[in-house]
């Protein structure tokens, strides 16, 4: 009976070790990338499991996930499973077991073959149309069951979570071809305002077939009113949709009026031409020649629009070869003045940066002197000391141009950081300055958002600074999203605790997210609240208010939303 006990051991023994020999062939490891995942997106990426095997042959049965986040189920459709082969993107071609509910455990069953080498398996999962922005979801891979043993998966991203955002605006969605160029604000009476091009045949600039849209939101970005055309020139003069684009959306608010004027810039004929190159834009002011500047106004919280109303001759310069808004938002000056950064091509055709000001709330305007040659799209913060910064994208170099003003825009000095502090791909990039008292004491940061890379429009990113932009420390540094897309961010408030931004990064044309300006970006030790703390966050340097009011709690009459304005206006740089 002992020799027959022995055997049966040693024969078992022999099994567990063929079984850890076969295991070892094969490794295994898991990945969270970086990025958000989105409401309306109906896969979302949270884990890339990579089975490396030595030989083909081998086979995966089953993978089992421990899935966590704030209330879960509330936030958390479905998840699902998917072979990727060796490819290093989520592909939903092969599917691996079935769609399961959202538990703290999961375990996909099914048979996939495996070849030598790398083979790449995606967790994804789809979120509830309520699912809450504060909230974050993380995923681990315990194991992997194969036909030869279970291999544990080393993980190279412990304590990864995802955000929550919305996938605001989609490839096609209705019909629309590409959305680009977003621009964020708040309203007077909180409401978010996010415009954009509409670019509806094709994903080029102009001259194309553009359209300005806007999607507002009065709860905070929670919900979002279905995009309204406000900007459309419709078939002006005879021309095609196609050569009547309209495109680069600025937006600012008049907070003393409420008054909201949304600019853009119109291009009529010239097809296949571009307002940043050669000819595409000229000197003078004929529509037809010289590209023209034109502007919407709302005064009712961005619910109906007037009719575009063109304001190139007012301030374009005869002999620029273009003026046009800098797509992003721009702010108030605690005398009402209003400041909105610009751009254009100067008598030689080269791009420069500006800003254009209002000291009547939006009657008249008068356009600044040019601040930089080989810059174009900008932002205007209003530093502690009065003066202007202007942050600008650099055609030159892969590092952010830093001008100031102290006299609205008339001239300009370099910033100790010009062209040194701050780099990027070349792109568009977002300022937005947050001021706030803390047990007496009043404070303010800058923040910044851009794609944080030299190489590609990748790494979407918000820094911040604690010196008016003098320094902008790697510890206090947030990576939205890692992967590639085409930047454009736009920074707001939406409350007093709150932020906003729009970017268009690596998995929607236009994304949202809400951060906590506490927990997310300002460190600890100036983060926590009295109750008799405030925190005004202004716009771009807005210095109008004590504080903001929080998002209305009831939607508002939306009559007379649904007009589209299609009528007539009186008569680069690449994005």
């Known amino acids: 009976m002992k020799t027959w006990m022995r055997v049966v051991c040693w024969c078992l023994c022999l099994v567990g070790s063929a079984t850890a020999a076969d295991a070892a062939d094969l490794t295994a490891t898991s990945r969270s990338p970086v990025h958000p995942v989105l409401i309306r997106n109906e896969h979302n990426s949270l884990l890339q499991i990579v089975v490396e095997a030595k030989a083909d042959g081998e086979k995966v049965t089953s993978l089992t996930f421990a899935l966590n986040g704030t209330m879960l189920g509330d936030n958390v459709e479905a998840v699902r499973l998917f072979f990727d082969g060796g490819k290093s993107s989520l592909s939903t071609k092969t599917p691996f077991g079935d769609e399961l509910p959202p538990v703290g455990s999961v375990t996909f069953q099914g048979e996939q073959s495996l070849a030598a080498g790398q083979n790449v398996f995606w967790l994804s999962c789809r979120l509830k149309p309520t699912a809450d922005l504060s909230h974050s979801i993380a995923a681990t891979c315990s194991e992997v069951q194969t036909s030869f043993g279970t291999v544990k998966p080393k993980d190279q991203s412990p304590g990864a979570r995802h955000r929550i955002g919305i996938a605001l605006r989609k490839h096609n969605d209705d019909g629309v071809h590409t959305y680009r160029i977003p621009a964020l604000t708040t309203s ?35 919900t979002w009113v279905s995009p309204r055309v406000i900007m459309d020139m419709g078939e002006f003069n005879g021309l095609p949709q196609e050569q009547n684009g309209c495109s680069d959306p600025g937006i600012i608010v008049d907070r003393q009026t409420g008054e909201i004027f949304v600019f853009a810039v119109w291009m009529w004929g010239k097809p296949g031409k571009h307002q940043w190159r050669d000819d595409g834009s000229e000197p003078g002011y004929e529509i037809g020649k010289a590209a023209q500047m034109l502007v919407v106004r709302s005064k009712d919280d961005g619910l109906t629009w007037s009719k575009p109303e063109n304001l190139t001759r007012k301030l374009k310069k005869e002999a620029w070869w273009l003026y046009a808004p800098a797509p992003q938002q721009g702010f108030q000056l605690a005398d009402g003045t209003l400041v909105m950064p610009s751009q254009g091509r100067d008598e030689q055709g080269k791009s420069f940066s500006t800003i254009m000001t209002s000291r009547d709330h939006g009657e008249t305007w008068t356009s600044g002197a040019p601040a930089y040659s080989g810059g174009s799209e900008c932002q205007a913060a209003e530093l502690g000391d009065g003066s202007i910064m202007l942050n600008i994208r650099n055609d030159h170099d892969k590092f952010r141009a830093v001008f100031v003003t102290r006299d609205l825009g008339q001239t300009w000095q370099p910033h100790e950081t010009n062209r040194k502090a701050i780099i990027e791909p070349t792109c568009n990039g977002s300022l937005l ?14 923040l910044f958002a851009n794609p944080q890379s030299q190489k590609a429009r990748e790494r979407h990113t918000i820094q911040v600074s604690f010196d008016d932009g003098r320094t902008w420390p790697e510890s206090h540094r947030l990576l939205l999203d890692e992967g590639k897309g085409r930047g454009y961010p736009s920074l707001t408030r939406i409350d007093d605790r709150h932020i906003g931004i729009v970017y268009e990064g690596s998995q929607s044309d236009v994304m949202f997210e809400k951060l906590s300006l506490f927990d997310d970006l300002i460190p600890p030790d100036r983060s926590p609240l009295g109750a008799n703390d405030k925190v005004r966050i202004a716009i771009i340097g807005d210095s109008t208010a004590a504080s903001y009011p929080k998002p209305p709690a009831e939607t508002p009459d939306l009559t007379g939303w649904g007009q589209v304005f299609g009528e007539s206006a009186s008569s680069s740089t690449s994005a």
């Open 433 to 446: 300055r947050v001021d706030y008292s803390q047990r007496g004491e009043q404070r303010h940061v800058l």
């Open 188 to 222: 007077a009476k909180g409401s978010l305002l996010c415009v954009y091009d509409m670019r509806r045949r094709a994903a080029r600039d102009l001259q194309e077939d553009i359209d300005i849209g806007l999607s507002r939101s009065s709860d905070g970005g929670r």
